[in-house]
């Protein structure tokens, strides 16, 4: 563990405790000192919830230091069972929490065993000095998902396929980078492609509902951080197929499409299954992607790309033209930062100097997707790394997380941002998705305004929109450098969105040559050492 301002993922709890906010009627009790339990406040603000975050912190505090918790935990389940009535009542350890070493699934069985009980009570299966925030995430889902259908199947519950052909969404969840609007955009896309949406989980799912998930014929995973492990486990389980192509773009739209149309052609689908459970209702998959085939997916393809995604337009336009060879960083997230590289380099026709992203536990899948589009690639949780690399590259823009965005700051480099972690300016109340068609505008507006940011400098300083002198006498050095009236004449020429880069490059070839004092002369040999 280390201090830190800035932390890209958070602790593990943080994790657990989004899959567990984003369920409905269902209940998390975190075992932490105070502290840690900011994760109320953090989601009331960003989210703007209407309802109270079903969260309660079961406080350690000195008593439990010197006596241990005794019967705290057991009665803070019982009481929210009682005042509550969720579903289900998940109880989390914190990293602070987990040095006492107390015996939390022993709490968890105790509280099972009171007869006014009425909740299923589930401990956090979550090492969490290991894993972070989405791993955790993505741990939990599965967890809870695994309950349920074990639940199920004791039960005798019927597993049969629906009448039509549906999917399952996987991994939308509370706090996620603009994860409502794109949940959003995939029912409408595959609205438009004839396929029902079964369950979408967590966001706004029941717990109880849990055991329809093996009726869709298969899932999707919009997100590699969270829902993977779910998928994973209902295919070995329930040989159901899934797809985690992202639709982000133009070109991996398409790709997401299309890889629904060859599921359907392949008959992926174990028939089977179902048959043998309840033949008499069981669906001839089929004739019912036969039905869906009929409307020729390659076609929708085409007219979305023509007619609702303005980006393909955009893409040949002379304003997208105006940023070819354009130089630009991204990090973020796995999913979002190779997205995001792949549509800069492939659709826009922009040179990325460096690609990364935090998430170190997926740096393999990163590697091997933006390999070949970027000249860098970044894996690392260190803020600080990624500032100085960006400050190293010096490009036009920078396409990050909020992080990133007070690094372009303090260089006056325009940042864009595309992964989580956000500022509340990320929580749109407005529509803004950034999958499907309808994202491939949203993103290239992104782009394009984040590039232009430098130009309307220029422009008013073309028109005395400001004044410009202000912003010559404006030094990156140490103080130690000292420019002539000339120096600062030329400099005051040379258009705003470029002209701290040239600033700085002048100073650092100064320091190279031991002088103190920056005259014309020595302003064009910086010039010609960065053109040789």
Not at 241 to 255: K, V
Not at 438 to 457: C, H, K, P, R
């Amino acid at each position: 563990m280390k201090l830190a301002y800035w932390m890209y993922a958070g602790p593990a709890h943080l994790g657990t405790l989004r899959v567990a906010s984003s369920f409905k009627n269902v209940h998390a009790i975190m075992h932490a000192p105070l502290g840690d339990d900011y994760f109320n406040v953090m989601r009331s603000m960003l989210e703007r919830e209407r309802d109270f975050t079903p969260v309660t912190a079961s406080i350690v505090d000195r008593h439990v230091l010197a006596r241990g918790s005794q019967e705290k935990v057991v009665e803070n389940i019982t009481r929210k069972d009682k005042e509550e009535r969720p579903d289900l009542i998940l109880l989390t350890p914190t990293c602070t929490s987990s040095i006492l070493q107390e015996d939390l699934q022993n709490f968890v069985n105790r509280a099972l065993t009171l007869k006014d009980s009425q909740a299923d009570v589930l401990l956090a299966d979550v090492n969490h000095y290991r894993v972070n925030e989405f791993q955790a995430a993505d741990r939990t889902l599965e967890q809870i998902v695994r309950f349920y259908i074990e639940k199920a199947k004791k039960e005798n519950f019927c597993f049969s396929k629906t009448s039509k052909i549906s999917a399952n969404i996987l991994g939308v969840f509370t706090l996620g980078f603009h994860n409502m609007h794109d949940c959003r955009e995939l029912k409408r896309l595959l609205t438009d492609l004839g396929i029902e949406i079964n369950e979408i989980i967590p966001e706004g799912g029941n717990v109880t509902n849990l055991r329809n998930l093996p009726k869709a014929h298969f899932n999707i995973v919009p997100y590699r951080e969270v829902g993977l492990m779910t998928a994973m486990y209902l295919k070995n389980e329930f040989q159901m197929p899934y797809i985690s192509t992202t639709p982000m773009g133009i070109l991996n739209t398409a790709l997401f499409i299309q890889e629904i149309e060859t599921l359907l052609k392949n008959k992926r689908v174990d028939e089977s299954f179902s048959k043998s459970i309840e033949e008499q209702k069981s669906i001839d998959f089929s004739i019912e992607a036969s039905k869906l085939l009929e409307k020729d997916f390659q076609k929708y393809i085409y007219e979305q790309t023509r007619f609702v995604s303005q980006a393909a337009w955009f893409s040949r336009s002379i304003d997208c033209q105006n940023l070819t060879g354009k130089r630009a960083v991204v990090f973020g997230d796995a999913t979002h930062a190779a997205s995001i590289t792949k549509i800069l380099a492939c659709e826009m026709g922009i040179k990325i100097v460096c690609s990364g992203t935090y998430c170190k536990h997926d740096a393999d899948w990163f590697r091997e997707q933006v390999t070949g589009f970027c000249d860098e690639i970044l894996i690392t949780e260190d803020h600080t790394q990624v500032g100085d690399m960006i400050a190293r590259l010096e490009p036009a823009a920078i396409f990050g997380t909020q992080m990133e965005r007070h690094v372009g700051k303090r260089l006056d480099i325009p940042c864009g941002v595309i992964s989580a972690p956000v500022h509340i300016q990320n929580f749109p109340l407005g529509y803004r998705p950034f999958l499907g068609y309808e994202g491939t505008n949203q993103i290239a507006d992104l782009v394009y305004n984040s590039f232009t940011l430098g130009m309307e400098d220029h422009l008013l300083e073309i028109f005395n929109g400001h004044d410009t002198k202000e912003i010559v006498s404006k030094s990156s050095n140490d103080g130690s450098l000292e420019w002539s009236p000339e120096a600062l004449q030329e400099l005051s020429r040379i258009p705003g969105f470029v002209r701290g880069k040239v600033k700085r490059n002048v100073e650092k070839f100064a320091h190279q040559n031991k002088k103190s004092f920056i005259t014309l002369e020595l302003m064009f040999a910086a010039k010609e050492s960065v053109n040789a």
